[in-house]
Structures are given as structure tokens and as C-alpha cells.
């Protein structure tokens, strides 16, 4: 099989019934039984090759989901599919309408290392779902060998400025390599920190000042924001540096998951890469003696491909550029759409590159659920994800496929 697909489901916090993750936040058996099943039926909508979840608090009821969708799916194939005694079984639209069950060996999850079993204080995890199963032992990183410093510069004076550390991500990452057709893709799963406020509950203090808005703080909730964006930042640090470890070994990488920003925002392109200029010879050099020390043309083409060589490419992008469609939604809060979730893959599926081993046909967003029940006309439903899900239709190219 050289075609696939792979999605991202951001699920919304599953977890089993009568268990409190947030404050006050759980789901009654029946809720539970409705969340599930939304949540089966999607998967079997999707039907996707390659799925990373997000906000899985426990696996055992992701499997319980995998299960029920495997078996609509079955069910599905023996009203649909005709058996290779009819004539017209060979028909195309028969191959794209059977479903191909995920059974019980190509799920990897990651727990999260700050989940405890306090109710409501619970924190959740990640996990890939793979029909192609894994090569060797999917990896989580999350508590940071070596801590993370980030040197701050005083901008001019000899003082040091001190240092940002990060120690442990707020979420794991999920890093997993999957074998199809015969080549292996590295597939990382993210949900980096969230945009929600980073406050400080002070000793002794019940909760943090910022968090009484009777009494609102606004200096310190914008602290709070930064605190988070800092955070979410340094995750994504953290995401390219295991990203650029595959790349340096020309392994072909896909990049899916809840970036909590947008594709043009800072974390996105620290997890991406930079687009190179698209000339440098105009620049000065970095040893410039005088106004002419320009880089040479031999050294543009250099720089531009040492750039574009670990630049990841956003499927979005690709998709509203081919479609001339002008925006992606995939969530909603506080009345507003964004499009945080995103599929990033490097230039092995960029058919612009001459050594491309891939490429996307296709880019699929479910999102008609979508709402936080700020809007009147739009059905609300807090079992269902605030999330839309995204799906990237991927062909790995050999010699004889055409491009």
C-alpha cells in the first residue's frame, strides 16, 4: 500500500465515568456512554491509517472506542463490500468504502508524568493509533534529561540576564516510527501548553490573586500569559530538537497534534523552522568589514539549502493554496474560531523537491461539530471535542509512481 492516510483527534478529555479530572468536571455513565460513542463513530468517519490523540486520560476506555469502531466497521464492510464472488467486486469505490479494522497491537499511549489520582487535579496524555503497527518501542519525552536553559541576553551591557529553564513539559511528547510500504516515518504526537494563564498560587494562599476576577488583575493576568507562552515556546524548542535528530539522519517526519497557536504563530515556527529569503546575496555577511561584504551567490544557494533541508511543511498551507479556500477552523472558545491543530510533514513529501519520497493529495477537516456554545444557532454539546479533526491524504512515491 503506498497511499495513507493521518489524522489528529484531539478527543476532549477522555476518561471513564464517575471520575472528576477537572474540578467538578466528570462524566455521569451516561455521558460517558454518549462521549464514547460519538467518539467511535468519528473514528470510523475518519478511518484513518495513522491517528494521534490528544487529552487521553486513561488508554483503557481509548480502547474501548477502538474496539466499537472496529466492530461498526465490520459490520459496515458486510453491508457494503461485495465478497469476490460478484462480478463488480474489483470496482474502485469498493476499495475506498471498506474499512480496515485497528485490532488491539498498534497503539502506543503516553501517560502523563504530572497525572496524579487526585480527583480533579488529573493531567492527560497522548496517543498514536497505527494499522501499520510500530517500528521498535514508541518513545515519550517529557521529563528533560538535561534541563532546558535559555540564556537571556541584556541587550548591550556585560551583566548576565539570567536564564528561562524548562525541566518537564506540561504534556508528553509521543514519538513513534511506523513502517509503510516498505520505508518508515517518524510520526511525533504534541499538545504543547495551552493558552489558559500560568499563574502562581502564593505559600499558604488558597488559589492565585490573578484567578479572582471580582478583583481583576490585569498586569497579572497578562504575566500569566506570558508564563504560558514562554512555556508552550520551550515545548516547542524541546519538539524540534527530536525533530532535527531524524532529519539529520534523512528520515522522513510527520509533525501532528494541538499546537495551541496558529501556523504562522511563534511556537509553530520554532517547531516548522524558518522560511529562507529567497535571496541572500543581498545580505551583509556575518564578518562584514565594510558596506559591500556581501554573501556570494554560491553561498546563497548553500544557506537556502541548509535551511530548506530541515523545514517542515504545513499541510493546512499546502491544502488552501491548491484548494484557493482562504482559512481552516479546527476549534472554537470564547465565540472565537482558530485553527491550532496541524499536520507538518518535511520535504521527503514536498513533490517541489527533487528527492521527494511523498506527497499530499488531499487535506480533510471534520469540523461541523464544532462549537462552544457561545453562538445561538450552532447545537451545543460539551460531550463531543471542541476540536476539529484534521486528516492528511499522503502517497509514499517509488520509482515506477508517477508524479
Known amino acids: 500500500m503506498s497511499r495513507f492516510t493521518i489524522a489528529s483527534f484531539n478527543v476532549k478529555n477522555l476518561i471513564g465515568p464517575d471520575q472528576e479530572y477537572y474540578k467538578f468536571q466528570n462524566y455521569t455513565p451516561e455521558e460517558y456512554a454518549w462521549k464514547s460513542d460519538w467518539m467511535a463513530d468519528q473514528l470510523l468517519t475518519l478511518d484513518a491509517d495513522i491517528v494521534g490523540f490528544q487529552e487521553i486520560f486513561e488508554e483503557e476506555p481509548l480502547r474501548a472506542v477502538i474496539a466499537e469502531a472496529d466492530k461498526r466497521g465490520i459490520e459496515a464492510n458486510a453491508a457494503t463490500v461485495p465478497d469476490r464472488s460478484k462480478r463488480y467486486h474489483r470496482k474502485a469505490i469498493f476499495r475506498k468504502l471498506a474499512y480496515g479494522p485497528y485490532g488491539t497491537g498498534g497503539l502506543a499511549f ?19 493509533l497505527s494499522r501499520f503497527g510500530f517500528v521498535g518501542t514508541p518513545e515519550v519525552i517529557q521529563e528533560l534529561e538535561h534541563p532546558l536553559d535559555i540564556p537571556m541576553s541584556d541587550l548591550g551591557g556585560d551583566e548576565d540576564a539570567g536564564y528561562f529553564t524548562l525541566r518537564r513539559l506540561s504534556r508528553p511528547i509521543l514519538k513513534a516510527r511506523i513502517p509503510i510500504n516498505g520505508q518508515v516515518v517518524t510520526v511525533f504526537n504534541c499538545h504543547l501548553k495551552s493558552k489558559l494563564g500560568e499563574f502562581i ?25 506570558l508564563r504560558a507562552a514562554l512555556r508552550r515556546m520551550g515545548e516547542a524548542w524541546v519538539l524540534r530538537r527530536a525533530i532535527l535528530d531524524e532529519l539529520e539522519q ?20 520554532i517547531i516548522s523552522g524558518e522560511v ?30 541548509a535551511i530548506d533541508k530541515v523545514r517542515l511543511r504545513a ?12 482559512v481552516v477552523y479546527t476549534t472554537a472558545f470564547g465565540g472565537v474560531h482558530e ?14 523537491w527533487s528527492g521527494a519520497t511523498g506527497k499530499m493529495h488531499y487535506f480533510s477537516v471534520f469540523n461541523d461539530h464544532l462549537t462552544d456554545g457561545s453562538h445561538p444557532e450552532a447545537p451545543y454539546n460539551k460531550l463531543a471535542s471542541d476540536h476539529g479533526q484534521i486528516m492528511a491524504h499522503m502517497e509514499l512515491l517509488t520509482p515506477e509512481t508517477p508524479e
Open 201 to 225: 498560587t502564593p505559600a499558604g494562599a488558597p488559589f492565585a490573586p490573578e484567578a479572582v476576577l471580582t478583583a481583576y488583575d490585569p498586569a497579572g493576568r497578562a504575566l500569566g500569559a
Open 276 to 305: 529562507p529569503f529567497r535571496n541572500y546575496s543581498w545580505m551583509l555577511r556575518h564578518d562584514a568589514k565594510h558596506g559591500s561584504d556581501r554573501y556570494s551567490s554560491k553561498e546563497n544557494t548553500q544557506i537556502v539549502e
Open 250 to 269: 534523512d528520515r522522513p517526519v510527520m509533525v501532528l497534534g494541538d499546537f495551541n497557536d496558529g501556523e504562522h504563530a511563534v511556537s509553530s515556527e
Open 315 to 326: 499541510a493546512e498551507k499546502i491544502f488552501l493554496k491548491r484548494s484557493l479556500r482562504d
Open 110 to 128: 503516553a501517560p502523563n508524568v504530572n497525572d496524579t489520582d487526585t480527583p480533579g487535579q488529573r493531567r492527560p496524555g497522548l496517543a498514536i
Open 339 to 352: 485553527s491550532i491543530d496541524q499536520i507538518y510533514m518535511s520535504r521527503h513529501f514536498d513533490p517541489e
